[in-house]
C-alpha cells in the first residue's frame, strides 16, 4: 500500500526558509517523486520533480530558491525553500508515479498526499 505524509509546513515571513518532509510507504522509491501545489482559487502548479536516474526540473518561479531530495535509506522526500516569497503561499503536495529515467511528465503521478500549508507573509 502506497502512503504519502507531508510535513513542515508553517506560517514564516518574506525572505524566510522552510524545509518540506513527505515521509512515503510502498514501492514507489525508484519512481518519480515531487512536490505541487495550489494556492487558492488558483490551478495546482507542479513545483519540483525528481526523476528515478536521479534528475531534478523547477519550476521557473522556484529555481535558484527551492531544492527537493530524496533519502531512500529514510523514505522521505524533501523540498528545502529559501527566499520564500508571498507569491509561494499555497498548500503543498507530495506525489509518486512511475519510474521515469530522467523526467517527469505531469502524467505520471498517480499518489497524493493530504497536502501541508505554507504561508508567506510580508
Known amino acids: 500500500q502506497v502512503t504519502l505524509r507531508e510535513s513542515g509546513g508553517n506560517s514564516v515571513q518574506v525572505g524566510g526558509s522552510l524545509r518540506l518532509s513527505c515521509t512515503f510507504t510502498g514501492n514507489i522509491d525508484s519512481g518519480c517523486m515531487g512536490w505541487f501545489r495550489q494556492a487558492p482559487g488558483k490551478e495546482r502548479e507542479g513545483v519540483a520533480t525528481?526523476?528515478?536516474?536521479?534528475?531534478?526540473s523547477y519550476a521557473d518561479s522556484v529555481k535558484g530558491r527551492f531544492t527537493i531530495s530524496k533519502d531512500n535509506t529514510k523514505n522521505t522526500l524533501y523540498l528545502q525553500m529559501n527566499s520564500l516569497k508571498p507569491e509561494d503561499t499555497a498548500m503543498y503536495y507530495c506525489?509518486?508515479?512511475?519510474?521515469?529515467?530522467?523526467?517527469?511528465?505531469?502524467?505520471?503521478?498517480?499518489?497524493w498526499g493530504q497536502g501541508t500549508q505554507v504561508t508567506v507573509s510580508s
Open positions: 525528481i526523476a528515478s536516474g536521479g534528475t531534478t
Open positions: 506525489a509518486a508515479g512511475n519510474p521515469v529515467y530522467d523526467s517527469c511528465p505531469a502524467s505520471t503521478f498517480h499518489y
